[in-house]
C-alpha cells in the first residue's frame, strides 16, 4: 500500500499501470478522472516538466491532483525544474516520479520525496567498479568492443551502472561537468543514430 501522506513520491522499478492500481487501493479513481495524469517519457526534458507544471497550477476539480511520470531517464536540468515545479505547486497536487531500478536522481530531489521501492536495485554496480579500475588505455579498449559489436544495449547498461554508483556519493562523488556527461551519455545511447564507441570513448576520458 501506498499512504498518501506526501507531495511527492520516487518510485523506483515501478510503472504507471502498477503505480495506478496502488492509488485505486487507496480509493483514488484513475478512469475519466479529470485530476488525474499519466504520462510516460524515454527521455524527460524541460519542455516536458514545463507541460507538467501547467497541468499541476490549475486548480484540480476534486480534492487533489495525481500527476504520475514515468520516465527512461532525465537531464540533469529536467530534474531542476521538476524539483522547482513541485516546491511551488499549489500544494494540491500529488507527483509521482517513476524511475527504472538504479536510475541517478539529483539528491535534492531525492530528499524532497517519499521513496518507494517497487523492485530491487539490480546490484550490477560490480561493471562499473570495474570499468573505473581501468586504465585510459583499457578503457578506451572497452569502447572499442562496444563499437565493433553494435553492442549499444551492453554500453548503455555500463552507463546506467555508473549511475547507479553516483547516486551514491560516497561510492562515486562526481563533479557536475562529469555527472551531467553520464547523463547525456544515458540519453544518447538510447538512440539507434549513436555511436556506443564514441559514447564509451568519451566517458574514458572524463571519468
Keep these: 500500500m501506498m499512504r498518501l501522506e506526501s507531495h511527492a513520491y520516487l518510485v523506483r522499478g515501478g510503472s504507471l499501470e502498477a ?122 579498449a572497452m569502447a572499442e568492443k562496444f563499437g565493433k559489436d553494435h553492442d549499444r544495449e551492453g554500453a548503455r547498461s555500463l552507463v546506467r551502472s555508473l549511475l547507479s554508483l553516483a547516486s551514491e556519493p560516497t561510492r562515486l562523488n562526481l563533479e557536475a561537468g562529469q555527472l551531467r556527461d553520464l547523463l547525456d551519455a544515458d540519453r544518447y545511447l538510447a538512440s539507434s543514430g549513436s555511436s556506443p564507441k564514441s559514447v564509451i570513448g568519451h566517458l574514458a576520458l572524463v571519468l
Design 19 to 140: 503505480v495506478g492500481g496502488l492509488l485505486e487501493k487507496e480509493g483514488v479513481t484513475t478512469r475519466g478522472n479529470p485530476d488525474y495524469y499519466a504520462v510516460s517519457f524515454e527521455s524527460l526534458g524541460v519542455d516536458d516538466v514545463r507541460g507538467i507544471t501547467d497541468f499541476a497550477s490549475f486548480a484540480p476539480l476534486g480534492d487533489r491532483k495525481y500527476i504520475l511520470m514515468q520516465v527512461q531517464s532525465a537531464t540533469a536540468e529536467a530534474q531542476t525544474a521538476l524539483l522547482k515545479s513541485m516546491e511551488e505547486g499549489t500544494g494540491r497536487s500529488i507527483f509521482f516520479f517513476i524511475i527504472p531500478a538504479g536510475t541517478f536522481v539529483l539528491p535534492t530531489l531525492a530528499s524532497r520525496c517519499v521513496v518507494v521501492k517497487l523492485q530491487e536495485e539490480s546490484g550490477k554496480s560490480k561493471v562499473a567498479e570495474e570499468f573505473l579500475e581501468l586504465s585510459y588505455k583499457y578503457r578506451l
